[in-house]
């Protein structure tokens, strides 16, 4: 119904930036609101930033500040500008939209932090 998929992980040192991005394709009429988890090793997965279709933003307190999340004029790709980023950011970031009744799931995009 929906498809998810993912771009922009990478190796990056401590403090630098990162752009992830998700587009979407489908249903997404029936999308009310996408956002980016992430799992790191050993954690379970967190809800790191969610956008609704008219635009208010929630983000995880650990990466507020740091990170924002944004969407096109069209509404089908949703990035995640990710900067001063930091050991502890080094996970799985899975791109994530939902509807009433249904949750989707893109297939992830691995970052890596060095210090």
């Known amino acids: 119904q929906v498809q998810l998929v993912e771009s922009g992980g990478g190796l990056v040192q401590a403090g630098g930036s990162l752009r992830l991005s998700c587009t979407a394709s489908?249903?997404?009429?029936?999308?009310?609101?996408m956002g980016w988890y992430r799992q790191a090793p050993g954690k379970q997965r967190e809800l790191v930033a969610s956008i609704t279709i008219g635009g208010m933003t929630n983000y995880a307190d650990s990466v507020k500040g740091r990170f924002t999340i944004s969407r096109d004029n069209g509404k089908y790709t949703v990035y995640l500008q990710m900067n001063s980023l930091r050991p502890e950011d080094t996970a799985v970031y899975c791109c994530?939209?939902?509807?009433?009744?249904?949750?989707?799931w893109g297939k992830g995009t691995l970052v890596t932090v060095s210090s």
């Open positions: 489908g249903s997404i009429f029936h999308i009310n609101v």
């Open positions: 994530n939209a939902g509807r009433v009744g249904m949750t989707y």
